[in-house]
């Protein structure tokens, strides 16, 4: 009965509880000699396992569309912007001001629609924030875990039905013009949000309470995991891969492609949407900005790097790109001490002399953001297929 | 007999050009049918028409009695004609075994719920799928093959992986475009004792568009002629063979050349 994806799943969630409990419950001393929790003794450490969760999430999710179904999509974070709005909506309980939409007389018939429409998705809109909001209770306090997962899934939920808007008018494009549809419908989601001035416009939306943790970043990543590759390995979904290898063929074989191609858009929005609420109530404060291109081109530079279609290379690399920014950040004082260590262990060094960098040199070192470029240059000429193209890509069997 | 497929006129246009116009034919069952012309005839196009990768301007494709005119091929697939592809579209990042599993998409009972929970059903479903790609690929000599990458297949096992998929949708119509294309003699000898034996094992009729004379006098029973768009024939071998428009058609035109 219980199958094998399945008992892991259950085991990572499990393992991702009591990790999480233990971080926050077992009491280490800090710099100053003070017992506090793991936490906060490790706070940025503990900032960038948050970071690499989060990456996971997105990365993991966009690989279904651009990976397995091999759709360009170049948006990814928008969705995790409308994700992040809507949940903090649902824990801060902003709501939509309901403007009224009047209908002109001697307006043509298609935009009095078209206004009755938007102002009953409003009203929509605006009695689910306020149902949901009476049963949250106040804001600005710690959710219960249901109300924390309520407004996951309303981000998860918001960005799933955008991913089903952009996904229906777009499949009859293919590759960079597919690319250019997503990247404007990012646009149009950031400068929505920009203008929305419920929602803080340019300042960003802040004081969402501080609800993620270890437990729920990683056991999302690892539900994303799981959707994604039992989706992909199953007969059902191996129509993903068969719309990417080669279209005309798929649905010659009886595989309803833009079925295909909307279900990959929308799943993969919806986890995308879980990661926003996850970023908004771990920062939080969340600005339109950390949802533009640029952004959408982080994930899409994992799933690359980690070779597309790819699960586990594709969680590796988010992990790495995660960390590796951090980690340069890091780079002179690692060749100080590093060096100081190593000649004196040779025996070069002698007695209490340390090596230190010329301070042209830690100048030139501390433009991390250039490493980290022609590292990802120096990756993508070594590996242009993937960093483990070829794991986690076996046929599962049973 | 009773027809299976039915062509009503079928006229398919490109812009102003009219790659086929106004072409009459109609298949049986368990019939090996021929469409034969020179290049640019339009036997690829109406290959086309009739799975629904192209809309026919005109006229009217009917199967095993409903209409399938200006259908997803998808959804043509799924009522009963399969086809494989004149140049080969296998899903080339695929193994053998996963090629034909795709093809056993649409006979899912199970649908995204089902694949995600893998509940026992599906685990039982995913079973029975193996078994029925496993034994069509014995078939077909290539169940040793089952774990490699299709593209390491060599050309003629590659055509034969083709119809392998094709079969898997469990199709009444198999559509064959050019199965005999860049294969030897001896394999071709090869391709029509499988096409015979694929016909009479599954009990299916197949349509078969091919360049190559000896393959399709040797194996179809009737045979339509193509060119220029138009029909100009239709009959059994012989009867095409003496027919003066398709020598025309044919002999004529390379003795302008030679």
Same mark, same amino acid.
């Given at each position: 009965?219980?199958?094998?994806?399945?008992?892991?799943?259950?085991?990572?969630?499990?393992?991702?509880?009591?990790?999480?409990?233990?971080l926050?419950?077992?009491h280490v001393p800090d710099s100053a000699g003070k017992m506090v929790t793991i936490i906060e003794a490790y706070a940025y450490y503990y900032d960038i396992l948050i970071g690499i969760g989060i990456a996971i999430?997105l990365a993991?999710?966009?690989?279904?569309?651009?990976?397995?179904?091999?759709?360009?999509?170049?948006?990814?974070a928008?969705?995790m912007?409308?994700?992040?709005?809507?949940?903090?909506?649902?824990?801060?309980?902003?709501?939509?001001?309901?403007?009224?939409?009047?209908?002109?007389?001697?307006?043509?018939?298609?935009?009095?629609?078209?206004?009755?429409?938007?102002?009953?998705?409003?009203?929509?809109?605006?009695?689910?924030?306020?149902?949901?909001?009476?049963?949250? =209770?106040?804001?600005?306090?710690?959710?219960?875990?249901?109300? #924390?997962?309520? *407004?996951? $899934?309303?981000? /998860? &939920? %918001?960005?799933?039905?955008?991913?089903?808007?952009?996904?229906?008018?777009?499949?009859?494009?293919?590759?960079?013009?597919?690319?250019?549809?997503?990247?404007?419908?990012?646009?149009?989601?950031r400068?929505?949000?920009?203008?929305?001035?419920?929602?803080?416009?340019q300042r960003g939306?802040g004081?969402?309470?501080l609800?993620t943790?270890v437990?729920?970043t990683?056991?999302?990543?690892?539900?994303?995991?799981?959707?994604?590759?039992?989706?992909?390995?199953?007969?059902?979904?191996?129509?993903?891969?068969?719309?990417?290898?080669?279209?005309?063929?798929?649905?010659?074989? =009886?595989?309803?492609?833009?079925?295909?191609?909307?279900?990959? #858009?929308?799943? *993969?929005? $919806?986890?995308? /949407? &879980? %990661?926003?609420?996850?970023y908004a109530?771990f920062k939080q404060f969340v600005t339109p900005d950390g949802f533009g291109f640029m952004k959408s081109v982080d994930i899409v530079v994992m799933v690359i790097l980690g070779?597309?279609?790819?699960?586990?290379g594709v969680c590796v690399a988010a992990a790495l790109l995660t960390i590796l920014p951090e980690m340069l950040r890091l780079l002179p004082q690692w060749i100080e001490k590093g060096g100081t260590a190593a000649l004196h262990h040779l025996g070069w060094l002698p007695g209490n002399f340390v090596v230190k960098l010329p301070p042209r040199i830690v100048d030139l070192l501390q433009n991390r953001m250039i490493l980290y470029s022609l590292l990802l240059i120096a990756l993508m000429l070594l590996r242009p297929?993937g960093l483990f193209? /070829?794991?986690?890509?076996?046929?599962?069997?049973? | 007999?009773?027809?299976?497929?039915?062509?009503?006129?079928?006229?398919?246009?490109?812009?102003?050009?009219?790659?086929?116009?106004?072409?009459?034919?109609?298949?049986?069952?368990?019939?090996?049918?021929?469409?034969?012309?020179?290049?640019?005839?339009?036997?690829?196009?109406?290959?086309?028409?009739?799975?629904?990768?192209?809309?026919?301007?005109?006229?009217?494709?009917?199967?095993?009695?409903?209409?399938?005119?200006?259908?997803?091929?998808?959804?043509?697939?799924?009522?009963?004609?399969?086809?494989?592809?004149?140049?080969?579209?296998?899903?080339?990042?695929?193994?053998?075994?996963?090629?034909?599993?795709?093809?056993?998409?649409?006979?899912?009972?199970?649908?995204?719920?089902?694949?995600?929970?893998?509940?026992?059903?599906?685990?039982?479903?995913?079973?029975?799928?193996?078994?029925?790609?496993?034994?069509?690929?014995?078939?077909?000599?290539?169940?040793?093959?089952?774990?490699?990458?299709?593209?390491?297949?060599?050309?003629?096992?590659?055509?034969?992986?083709?119809?392998?998929?094709?079969?898997?949708?469990?199709?009444?119509?198999?559509?064959?475009?050019?199965?005999?294309?860049?294969?030897?003699?001896?394999?071709?000898?090869?391709?029509?004792?499988?096409?015979?034996?694929?016909?009479?094992?599954?009990?299916?009729?197949?349509?078969?568009?091919?360049?190559?004379?000896?393959?399709?006098?040797?194996?179809?029973?009737?045979?339509?002629?193509?060119?220029?768009?138009?029909?100009?024939?239709?009959?059994?071998?012989?009867?095409?063979?003496?027919?003066?428009?398709?020598?025309?058609?044919?002999?004529?035109?390379?003795?302008?050349?030679?």
């Open positions: 009965m219980f199958e094998r994806t399945k008992i892991s799943l259950v085991i990572s969630v499990i393992l991702f509880a009591v990790a999480s409990w233990a926050g419950h077992f999430i993991s999710s966009l690989n279904l569309v651009n990976g397995h179904t091999g759709q360009f999509s170049l948006g990814h928008g969705f912007g409308l994700g992040a709005y809507f949940a903090s909506m649902v824990t801060l309980g902003v709501q939509l001001p309901l403007v009224p939409y009047p209908v002109f007389a001697g307006a043509p018939v298609w935009l009095a629609a078209l206004k009755g429409i938007g102002w009953a998705l409003a009203l929509a809109v605006n009695s689910l924030l306020s149902l949901l909001n009476t049963w949250v =209770g106040a804001a600005h306090e710690l959710p219960h875990p249901v109300q #924390f997962v309520a *407004a996951l $899934f309303v981000g /998860g &939920l %918001a960005a799933a039905l955008a991913g089903l808007l952009v996904g229906v008018p777009s499949l009859r494009l293919k590759g960079d013009y597919l690319a250019i549809v997503t990247l404007g419908f990012n646009e149009i989601i400068v929505v949000i920009q203008n929305a001035e419920p929602l803080g416009a939306l004081g969402m309470p609800a943790n437990f729920w990683f056991s999302t990543a690892a539900l994303t995991i799981y959707v994604v590759w039992n989706l992909v390995n199953s007969t059902y979904g191996r129509g993903f891969v068969a719309v990417r290898d080669d279209e005309i063929a798929a649905e010659a074989m =009886g595989i309803n492609t833009t079925k295909y191609k909307v279900l990959a #858009f929308a799943t *993969a929005a $919806f986890f995308a /949407g &879980l %990661a926003g609420g996850l109530h070779g597309m279609g790819s699960t586990v297929q193209v /070829g794991w986690g890509r076996k046929v599962v069997r049973k | 007999m009773k027809p299976l497929l039915l062509l009503d006129n079928v006229t398919v246009q490109f812009g102003g050009l009219k790659a086929v116009s106004d072409v009459t034919f109609h298949l049986c069952e368990r019939e090996l049918f021929g469409l034969i012309g020179p290049n640019g005839a339009g036997k690829t196009t109406i290959f086309n028409a009739i799975t629904g990768v192209y809309q026919p301007a005109e006229g009217r494709i009917t199967f095993d009695g409903q209409s399938v005119t200006g259908r997803r091929p998808y959804a043509i697939t799924a009522r009963g004609i399969a086809r494989t592809f004149q140049n080969i579209r296998l899903f080339g990042s695929m193994s053998v075994f996963d090629n034909v599993r795709c093809a056993c998409n649409m006979h899912l009972s199970h649908g995204i719920s089902h694949a995600l929970w893998r509940g026992k059903g599906v685990v039982t479903e995913e079973r029975e799928i193996e078994g029925q790609v496993m034994e069509l690929l014995g078939i077909f000599g290539l169940a040793a093959e089952r774990d490699w990458p299709c593209r390491n297949l060599p050309y003629g096992d590659q055509r034969r992986l083709e119809i392998v998929r094709a079969l898997a949708t469990r199709p009444k119509l198999l559509l064959l475009d050019e199965p005999a294309a860049g294969m030897n003699p001896t394999e071709k000898v090869e391709l029509m004792k499988l096409i015979r034996f694929v016909q009479e094992k599954f009990g299916l009729a197949v349509l078969l568009v091919e360049h190559d004379m000896k393959v399709v006098m040797g194996i179809c029973e009737r045979i339509a002629v193509l060119d220029y768009g138009q029909k100009i024939g239709e009959g059994t071998p012989m009867e095409i063979q003496r027919n003066p428009k398709v020598i025309a058609a044919y002999l004529g035109q390379e003795a302008e050349h030679a």
